[in-house]
């Protein structure tokens, strides 16, 4: 059942090339690991996540057109359904978080990173944001990742 | 056609993402990513994915988009706060990923490429494939029946997690 | 005043030309989809959303006519015949009006913000067949096609996705405004519609079940073969008109933009032109809305047959139904008082999503088992739940409302309240 509608725009077969398809996702992944990477605001990771989901959705969809197989897209809203948990939960650790911390930026959560012991959580609710760690402390500086590259 | 509107809602989408992670701005973001959900549910049309495309705009667009923007606003950064972000965490090593990730993967799909793994223009144009919504529910309800009632039990399991994230005392 | 049955003498040669006119553009020599059948596209996407356009001018002038009436005034009456011609001025003061854009607000989301209002709920149109069907060659096969600008296989899904794109433009000029007021109906509004949508998208899943197809024409087709959806489901149909009311942010959910407390809401920031596309939006989206009502569960155009006099009687048909329940919106806006916020969300999720749920797997669990007796018992089951639940509230009210003790003449008074 194709639609009378959509028919001027898509002709029978497959006219887009694969390889731009995959191409296209991977540099929509490239992109949200770069908004993982680079940046610390809680709220913009999560979307950084969406954007590597959606360009995994992509190349879902192209293989399952090329190999003609309806599976592919069954995946698809299996990972929306997966994207929209993610949120849900994401965005109440987002609530939570900035309830004790006032602070959206993820490197004020690190209680467990290292032997700091800031204010109890729960004594200071609310009122001013508590700046309980520098950020020039040279405690972000991953002492391994430079043999990696 | 097909072509070129593949590439300007590809171009649109892959634009838009970057302009989403580069704004200071959560609102802004937001909304640059709901133009490349826009883009990439233009390529699922292409793709004769229908369905998918639909859902694409129901469930990223008007529900998972609409709940990051009741946050953000319901956080209410204060400008000084959005703006004090001093610099980016691990910006060389972020880029470094970026970089790596883009040309490992740019190998690897030329390669792929040149072995002849992707069908070529003469093997394309007899391809077929029904993406209506009666294809998918007869896949989603018939082979993969039990991974749907699956997923039941994780959104399940996502909301008590909200609700109890959430809330302020539990009593 | 010319009488109905001459309207409807002059109409139809004049539509019939204009179907001609339809006729030349949308088939190409050979049957196939030509220029001249997107041309054809282009001329009825024109027609639609000028009507939308103007309709929403004169529901403006609707609404202030129809509230004088039921209060008893007059309402404005001195621009043109009836004060038809108030929209227009209304349009002209709204365009020579300073275009305010505050300091403190973000430039960018502020102006695109309204623009974000109107789009969707214009669009929403596209898939809604207004009238009859008329065949054409498409590929080489003759095929009944619906008159609308866009017959989608997925319709409804699509319908669902951009009523749920509405909520931006609100939200947004909300936020954008950057002044309390505005944030509060901003975030207001995208709760509410969050919330609200659950109900719509669930109220429209029986039907889509019933009707075994998600193409609005084929809905409308369905029902014109067995019986209107709203005898079959009748909460449903309730549940989708109160969604609608809610989506729209009309009374008796209009706290995104309660006057009585947040000034305006989240177009308390506005003026001008802007302001002006914040209430074409609402509008339009009122329109639709009640087009979409009348299509999924009031038989679209059909009326029992009448529409076989032709097309253009189903053109009639179709807007005397939307006519009806645009009045129905100004109706409800003076008969139910404002809900509270909490009453709003209580409503939504606590009675309409479980009174859905429940809805969706009895339609189901019937169309699986095959037993139509459901689909008779189902509605005299609603029918009869909702007057016993009126009735012990009314009994409620009548033991907690007593006349004061000792205030002559108020006897028997708890009625009134």
Known sequence: MTSAFLSPVVASGLAIPLEWVVGLGLALFAVGLLGVACRRNILIMLLSVEIMLNASNLVLVGFSRVHSEISGQVFVFFSMVVAAAEVAVGLAIVIALYRLRRSADVDDAHDLHDVDYGPVPGLKLEGEPHHHHDHDEPEAQPVGATGEA | ?171 | MIPLVDLAVIAAPVLGLLADVWEFFSRGPDGAVTFGWVLGRIIVVLIIVHVLLILSALMVWAERRVSAWMQDRLGPNRVGPEGLLQPLADLGKFMFKEDVIPGHTNKLMYTIAPLITVVPAMITFAVIPFTGTFEMNTAGEEAAVSWQAADLNIGVLYILAITGLGVYGITLGGWAGNSKYSLLGGVRASAQMISYELSLGLAVVPVVLICGSLNLGEIVAHQADSTWLVFSQPLAAFIFLVAIYAETNRLPFDMPEAETELVAGYHTEYSSMKFALFFMGEYVAMVTGSALLVTLFLGGWTFFGLEQLGWWMGLLIFSAKVLFFLFAFIWVRWTIPRFRYDQLMKLGWVVFLPLTLVNVVLTAGAIALDANWIYWVLPLLVIGSALGAAYIGWKQDEHKIKPLPDAPGVAGGGEEA
């Open chain 2, 1 to 171: 056609m097909t072509v070129a509107l593949f590439l300007i809602f590809g171009a649109t989408a892959l634009a838009s993402a970057l302009l989403s992670v580069t704004r200071k701005n959560p609102v802004a973001s937001a909304m640059w990513l709901v133009l490349m959900f826009f883009g990439l549910a233009g390529n699922y049309v292409l793709l004769e994915a229908y369905f998918v495309a639909a859902v694409q705009i129901l469930v990223y667009a008007g529900a998972i988009m609409v709940l990051f923007l009741f946050v953000i606003m319901l956080l209410d950064l204060r400008r000084e706060q959005l703006e004090s972000e001093p610099q980016p965490r691990l910006p060389f090593f972020g880029v470094a990923a970026a970089v790596l990730f883009i040309a490992v993967a740019a190998i690897a799909l030329l390669d792929a490429v040149d072995a002849g793994v992707f069908p070529d223009a003469a093997a394309r144009s007899t391809l077929e494939l029904d993406g209506s919504a009666k294809a998918i529910g007869e896949s989603l309800f018939g082979t993969w029946v039990l991974a749907f009632e699956v997923t039941g039990f994780l959104l399940l399991g996502a909301i008590l997690g909200a609700v109890i994230l959430t809330k302020r005392r539990l009593t």
